[in-house]
């Protein structure tokens, strides 16, 4: 005998709790950052080849392209920083509550809303 299972493709009517939110931005962050590390590379080398790269680089970290894509960088390294924090608690045996360990989520990403608010208002 089939079991008729009931199949729900609609993903906007499952709602994931604040711990799933946050863990799951934890690793998009961490794929934003393997990105970043490019980014902050190429402009690293750029700016140290010569006098003028370096006024070159200068002139784009000027740019709103290049500011968003600071902020962007910023972002996601604050928010692993935040996130892996929080997992090291948990991995001490701190917020494993369902409870607890929602706040902690919504904790960590209200304090990451604020930190890359810090930096964008600093990087303007």
Do not use: C
């Not at 080849?49 to 370096?54: I, N, Q, T, V």
């Amino acid at each position: 005998m089939k079991k008729e299972r009931p199949v729900n493709l609609d993903l906007t009517t499952i709602k994931m709790h604040p711990a799933a939110k946050a863990s799951i931005l934890h690793r998009i962050s961490g794929v934003a950052m393997i990105f970043a590390i490019g980014i902050l590379l190429w402009t690293l080398s750029l700016s140290l080849s010569s006098a003028e790269e370096f006024t070159q680089v200068k002139a784009m970290l000027d740019g709103v392209f290049f500011k968003l894509i600071m902020l962007g960088i910023a972002a996601a390294i604050i928010y692993h920083l935040l996130g892996g924090i929080r997992h090291l608690l948990m991995d001490m045996g701190h917020f494993e509550e369902k409870v607890s360990g929602n706040t902690s989520a919504k904790f960590v990403i209200a304090l990451w809303v604020v930190l890359t608010a810090v930096v964008g208002v600093w990087l303007w």
